[in-house]
């Protein structure tokens, strides 16, 4: 037989004394340590003076407060102190209402010191099973803690390199056509901005910032000579030049993190009513970011210096996008533009041009 550990010490409660001293000696040849209370009250006294026990002995019938009076006040504040009952009344329901109410197990008068020892060992091996539960279970629940925090860790570094290796398409496309820089940053900004206005979650404007940063990609697959050419483009010069929307679709759809996205891409030209191109997509048919997207711009354009004309007013520019309210426009995110004031698009407009706005692209981004 295995010796308890040293630490085991039962409380043994008992109104006849004799009682006690005998299951106390039976209990210390067990190398158990034993502290005897007269009364439910005294055992009350000795647990709520602080010192600590595994396992508690009660007699049920007791004078003053009984066996189930003292279960019944130390169940809640000592749930890790399993209590064995005995008791002399030979009737099966006065034990199951002692179990009912809390108690591990009971132990019928008079009984040997083997069938003691056998319910001591039962109910401390018990509770040392319960406490590896609980620190086994909390011990998990710390680990788990621990690798969400290192997965949320992993995702904002993720995140970050997401940022960085668009940004890197960014100034490849930049290098390529001299026309998109700021030009893709500020229409990233003011998307985000309607966006965030609809009232659309993180995820979403996520995956719409992106679409809308890298709406031009596709023309890193156009000849120079068309994307550069000073004058006006031909018939077949057009087509060619309309083809960025695919080539741009193609190029990001394989990339995880970026096939939502190239489906705003592929759509950036549609118009409302069915009338843009490539796939003459109508209304709600035409994804929702590059519905916000058309509007966000229509206004970088219209606010934008141009070769043939000079940069135009903010005024100008609402009243031209709602002249086109359902027909080149979604007439509901137009009217989410309209109900925006005029200081946030300067304000994004200056943080780009004095190169403040990092990863426009990003929804935490400031918009007012």
């Known amino acids: 037989m295995q010796l308890p550990m040293a630490s085991d010490r039962i409380l043994v409660v008992d109104d006849e004394e004799p009682i006690r001293e005998i299951v106390s000696s039976m209990l210390a040849f067990a190398n158990y340590q034993c502290r005897q209370a007269r009364s439910g009250l005294e055992a009350l006294a ?8 595994e396992l508690m002995l009660s007699d049920l019938m007791m ?20 209590v064995v009952m005995v008791t002399a009344v030979h009737d ?50 710390s680990k788990v803690a621990a690798r969400t925090d290192q997965l949320k860790k992993a995702m904002v570094n993720l995140e970050r390199s997401y940022d960085i290796t668009l940004e890197a398409l960014g100034d490849a496309l930049d290098l390529k ?36 940063f890298l709406h031009d990609i596709g023309k890193m697959a156009i000849p120079d000579a068309i994307l550069r050419k000073p004058g006006a483009l031909d018939e077949d010069e057009i087509a060619i030049m309309r083809e960025h929307c695919y080539r741009g679709y193609q190029m990001l759809r394989k990339i995880p993190f970026l096939t939502e996205a190239s489906d705003i891409v592929y759509s950036h030209q549609e118009k409302f009513d069915g009338t843009g191109y490539p796939r003459g997509l109508k209304g709600e048919g035409i994804p929702l970011g590059a519905r916000i997207f058309a509007i966000a711009d229509t206004l970088d354009a219209i606010t934008s210096d141009r070769p043939y004309r000079p940069a135009q007013s903010l005024t100008a520019a609402r009243q031209e996008i709602e002249r086109w309210s359902g027909r080149q426009f979604d007439p509901e995110v137009v009217k989410v533009f309209v109900g925006m004031p005029d200081n946030i698009w300067e304000d994004l407009r200056k943080e780009i041009d004095s190169q403040i706005y990092r990863f426009a692209y990003s929804p935490t981004m400031k918009t007012t």
């Open 92 to 141: 099966i329901s006065v034990a199951l209402a002692a179990i009912r109410n809390g108690a591990y197990d009971y132990l019928l008068k008079p009984f040997e010191r083997e069938q003691l020892l056998a319910t001591v060992r039962r109910a401390l091996e018990n509770r040392r099973l319960k406490m590896e539960n609980r620190a086994y279970q909390a011990n998990l629940e």
């Open 177 to 212: 056509d001299a026309e998109t820089e700021g030009h893709s940053k500020r229409v990233t900004a003011f998307t985000i901005a309607i966006a965030r206005a609809m009232g659309l979650p993180a995820d979403q404007i996520r995956v719409i910032a992106r679409g809308a």
């Open 46 to 53: 000795i647990l709520n003076s602080g010192e600590e026990f």
């Open 63 to 82: 004078a003053d407060l009984d066996g189930i009076g003292l279960l019944e006040r130390t169940k809640e504040k000592y749930p890790d102190m399993p």
